[in-house]
């Protein structure tokens, strides 16, 4: 848990500013987060409104037509363990994650893992509020899920978060905690009905316990669709569903042990290089060259490139991760308004 | 003259939201039942504010519009309002996991908004299944803590977080709990006679906390009795026998509806 803070305000337009450095300047901001891209000829620009409030951090966003994308590439560089709640004020949205694909409209409520892929496309102009909170205290599982308009849920969230934007600039630092605490709850209570059928949870529980089982044995040799089928009790065509989205199990699994080795070439902690034949040996490929050509293949890069730019990764702490994010608001030029 | 109540309050936990229609009220812990559970209300009044005053009317407090006010139901208070007001009783250990029941009026302007929003986040979380609810009644919890907090701090306050800490030790009794004050054991006693003498206090803060579990999604999979193991209670029947005494109601059902049937806590007075 951070220190408690008082509230603090950052404002950043980027639409008063020539086209290519406004848009620059968008990307810049959004960068820990998200890939925009333009749609149209409209230069990608929006406005930001934001407060950190201890370990939160609650922004009403404007921005024009774009598609922002969360992918492999992005995560790899070390994403934030926090949801955003995104409520759409105005404009319409589409929805991607792999597994959905859902339009949103005005009053809508999405839930989203920064941890996970996503892409949201927007047509027209649109007006957001965004908060994100630490995922530590609501529970896991929770991403891509959309409180429509007219429900119980998505009422008692907005208004909510409503209220909390009117009372921010009023509230003191030492009731930070018990306010994020009374929103991790609304949102535990909001999030617990409106997940999809119970089959899916179980779906998906048993897909993460499984991914956090290949993480923990990323490095045995002998990982593989037979450990895993041995060890879950499943068969081969019952696993291989279960991550069908992602190519399969073997797919995951080679996945992860390239991002593995993406970490340990992006670790610039002083220690040199690592040694390219053993992090393949590591990784169970069967020589450097096809651990290099596999490498290429999935970041667009080559491994001695990746080393060389030592690409500089967010903090893994999701408290110190918003205020990083928020600080990262602070340094950007601003326009006067 | 009567002043009509609004008896169709909306339940959620152990949380019951009543508005109260203009009149005079009176305030009062539960009579007729054995329990030793204490209630405190927040009061919501938005045009008008609202005057509350002892029961023989000899110290009156004028509340002021727009400021939510937490009172704790100590001793039977009289309430006056001009208009509706929006009142929510909970039991005191939800406040801050106490189970003295102080004398306290607290009032938080800084707060004012997020806690008018309550009879809303409260009606919408009636169309929640029960687990829903239970994290929203611990979503109130915490926006309440703030008004409890803010209060100045009084001789009580020491001795309520010295029994705090003293609930989780087996062996915790009142030689070492005075020696931790630096008070006599007999004046530790005459202090907390009161509110039922030391041991009684000790073990409603012990039984609170396993009331707060029971409520809690978190240990919903739970049963007492794992539960239990975690309660520096000595016998289960002791903790079973004093559970009942304090709540009404079994463990096992008070899990399952948390409000017993005891009687109203806010009485209409003739004028």
Redesign the interface.
């Known amino acids: 848990m951070t220190m408690t803070k008082a509230p603090a305000r950052q404002k950043l337009y980027t639409d008063h500013l020539p086209s290519r450095e406004g848009e620059a300047l968008w990307h810049e901001l959004l960068a820990p987060i998200t890939t925009p891209q333009r749609l149209h000829r409209t230069p990608t620009v929006g406005r930001v409104d934001a407060w950190l409030y201890g370990d939160m951090l609650i922004s009403e966003a404007r921005a024009t037509p774009q598609r922002t994308i969360r992918n492999r590439q992005q995560l790899a560089a070390g994403p934030l363990p926090a949801y955003n709640l995104l409520i759409v004020l105005d404009g319409q949205m589409r929805y991607e994650d792999g597994q959905r694909d859902c339009a949103l409209q005005p009053g809508d409520l999405l839930i989203e893992d920064l941890t996970e892929k996503r892409t949201i496309t927007t047509q027209t102009h649109n007006r957001t509020i965004n908060l994100m909170v630490p995922k530590e205290g609501v529970g896991e599982g929770l991403h891509g899920l959309i409180l429509e308009r007219q429900s119980?849920?998505a009422?008692?969230l907005s208004?909510?978060v409503d209220?909390?934007l009117?009372?921010i600039p009023?509230?003191?630092a030492?009731?930070c905690d018990?306010?994020l605490?009374?929103?991790q709850?609304?949102i535990?209570?909001?999030a617990?009905?409106c997940g999809s059928e119970s089959h899916r949870h179980v779906q998906r529980a048993l897909r993460d316990d499984i991914e956090r089982y290949i993480e923990r044995h990323l490095l045995d040799s002998r990982l593989g669709n037979a450990t895993l089928c041995r060890h879950y009790r499943l068969s081969r065509t019952q696993l291989y569903r279960l991550f069908r989205q992602e190519g399969g199990v073997t797919e995951v699994i080679r996945r992860k042990r390239l991002d593995w080795a993406h970490d340990q070439l992006c670790r610039g902690d002083g220690r040199g290089k690592p040694d390219v034949e053993a992090l393949a040996l590591l990784c169970g490929f069967a020589s450097e060259r096809a651990l290099a050509t596999a490498y290429q293949e999935q970041y667009a890069m080559t491994m001695e490139d990746t080393w060389h730019a030592n690409a500089t990764s967010l903090p893994a702490d999701g408290s110190q991760g918003l205020t990083g994010l928020f600080s990262h608001l602070g340094q950007l030029p601003r326009t006067p308004t | 003259m009567i002043a009509p109540f609004t008896h169709t309050p909306l339940r959620i936990a152990d949380l019951v939201l009543y508005r109260l229609e203009a009149g005079n009220y009176r305030l009062t812990a539960p009579e007729g039942s054995r329990s030793t559970l204490r209630y405190a209300s927040l009061l919501l009044a938005e045009s008008a504010g609202c005057r509350l005053s002892n029961d023989d009317g000899s110290v009156s407090t004028w509340l002021p519009t727009n400021t939510p006010c937490l009172t704790a139901h100590h001793v039977s208070q009289r309430i006056a309002i001009a208009e509706p007001i929006w009142v929510l009783r909970l039991p005191t250990f939800r406040l801050s996991g106490c189970p003295l029941s102080l004398p306290m009026i607290a009032m938080a302007q800084e707060m004012q908004v997020l806690l008018f929003s309550i009879p809303a986040i409260l009606a919408d979380a009636a169309h929640l299944p029960p687990v829903g609810q239970r994290h929203a009644a611990l979503a109130i919890e915490s926006l309440l803590h703030p008004l409890v907090h803010n209060r100045p701090s009084s001789d009580s306050a020491e001795i309520i977080s010295v029994i705090m800490r003293a609930e989780r030790k087996t062996d915790a009794d009142a030689v070492s709990t005075a020696k931790a004050l630096g008070m006599s054991r007999s004046r530790l006693y005459e202090t907390l006679r009161p509110y039922g003498g030391f041991h009684t206090l000790l073990n409603a803060a012990r039984l609170d906390r396993m009331a707060r579990r029971l409520l809690m999604p978190e240990y919903a999979e739970h049963s007492v009795k794992e539960l239990l193991h975690d309660m520096p209670f000595e016998r289960a029947d002791q903790f079973h026998r004093l559970f009942k005494q304090r709540y009404a109601n079994t463990a096992s059902q008070w899990r399952s509806d948390p409000l017993p049937t005891l009687p109203a806590t806010i009485d209409p007075m003739p004028l």
């Open positions: 119980a849920q009422r008692l208004r909510h209220a909390l009117e009372s009023t509230l003191p030492q009731h018990d306010i605490n009374a929103l709850r609304l535990a209570a909001c617990g009905e």
